[in-house]
């Protein structure tokens, strides 16, 4: 009897012990009805198009006007009337600024009156002159007196063109003071208001005003040493010359060019500062929507094609500060790479670095995986354009 709560006991510390070991049997009953892993996501995968395609070269410049024209006077005085408005479009020979023209119009007279002195005096010098040629033949008088009346002949003729002269220069002055407008385009504002005074004649004159063409606009931009070079390489092969690119412009805003234009010009020597070529196209601007000193993008296409890999432009992904393309390897495994991107080609664009023609790019559903996920591939065929390149691109 005295052994029974001795057994008592040991019995109470075999139920505790066996306690845990039920639960750990019950907990692995329970995980052995796990269901199975979801099976992997499903993504369309697809291998660059190889496609020839002609590249586009893009920079940037600015608009100038083929001419412009500084309006100053040729004459001093004080400005009595400006007859135009600020901003207005001008013919050549319009008429812009008068000077008050009463101090020039009293040298006009004071140079006829010269003139005619000079012309009175010249009649008597001849007379003169006449009587004495009929006395030498008798030798009436000396032959001193002759020369003196033939050389008084000369002087009065120096006198007359002299006199002629300075009205012919008294009247020009009086025509400048009608300043007129010495080309055709757009004027600038007026820099001088009525009853100013103004100075002409040098260098030195006042300014008062601007004009600048319009129609058509010149568009200039410098071009990088290295592109410069394989112009000149594809004209040396017989492939064009320099003024013979498909030429178009973007403006401010716009997302493909919207100008058409041609280059007629390419400068004799590179810039030493900058490595740069000046090359200008001309645009023609009926409807003077352009102005000079506007910004703009001009694309120059290539004259040769060369092979390209293209994925869509959708395919290519953001990741920080660099482009990257997902891939999918040969275990369905995804990882990501860096990629180097080109131009755009319809919706499609060029991958220049970082792609090799038989990777497998995901081009949709790339924003539901991971690195290092198992995917599905659906396998779907890049449909490149027949003849890609700056058809493709631009209009």
């Known amino acids: 009897m005295k052994d029974f709560p001795v057994k008592k006991a040991l019995a109470r510390s075999l139920i505790a012990a066996a306690i845990p070991l039920a639960a750990v049997l019950v907990l692995s009953a329970c995980h052995s009805d796990d269901k199975p892993p979801p099976p992997p996501l499903s993504v369309v995968v697809s291998q660059p198009a190889v496609q020839n395609v002609r590249g586009v070269d893009v920079y940037a410049g600015r608009f100038e006007a083929i001419d412009t024209v500084e309006v100053r006077p040729r004459v001093s005085g004080y400005l009595e009337k400006v007859a135009f408005r600020d901003g207005a479009s001008v013919n050549k020979g319009d008429v812009l600024f008068l000077i008050d023209p009463r101090p020039y119009q009293a040298s006009v007279v004071a140079a006829q009156g010269a003139l005619e002195r000079a012309c009175s005096q010249l009649a008597l010098s001849q007379q003169e002159f006449d009587r ?37 220069r008294a009247q020009l002055d009086l025509s400048f003071t009608r300043i007129v407008a010495p080309m055709s385009g757009r004027i600038s504002r007026k820099r001088i208001s009525e009853g100013n005074l103004v100075k002409g004649g040098d260098s030195d004159a006042t300014v008062l005003t601007t004009i600048v063409s319009q129609d058509p606009i010149d568009f ?65 601007n009926p409807d003077q929507r352009l102005n000079p000193g506007q910004f703009g993008r001009v694309y ?74 198992t995917v599905r591939p659906i396998v779907q065929r890049i449909e490149a354009p027949a003849a890609a390149g700056i058809k493709e691109d631009l209009p």
């Open 132 to 168: 004495a040629s009929v006395l030498i033949e008798t030798d009436t008088i000396a032959q001193s007196l002759f020369d003196q009346r033939k050389e008084a002949v000369r002087s009065a003729q120096a006198e007359v063109m002299s006199a002629q002269g300075a009205l012919d």
């Open 220 to 284: 200039y931009f410098d071009v990088d040493e290295q592109s410069y070079l394989r112009y000149t390489h594809e004209a040396a092969k017989g492939q064009g010359d320099a003024l013979s690119r498909d030429v178009r412009i973007a403006l401010p805003g716009d997302t493909k060019p919207s100008l058409r234009g041609h280059l007629d010009f390419v400068d004799n020597r590179l810039d030493n500062s900058t490595g740069t070529l000046r090359e200008r196209v001309r645009i023609v």
């Open 300 to 373: 120059l296409s290539s004259n040769t094609t060369h092979p390209a890999l293209l994925v869509p432009d959708s395919a290519v992904a953001t990741d920080a500060t660099r482009r990257v393309l997902w891939l999918v390897d040969n275990n369905r495994k995804v990882s990501i790479r860096p990629v180097v991107v080109g131009r755009l080609f319809g919706k499609l664009r060029e991958v220049t670095s970082g792609l090799q023609a038989g990777d497998t790019v995901i081009i949709d559903g790339f924003q539901r995986v991971r690195v290092g996920d």
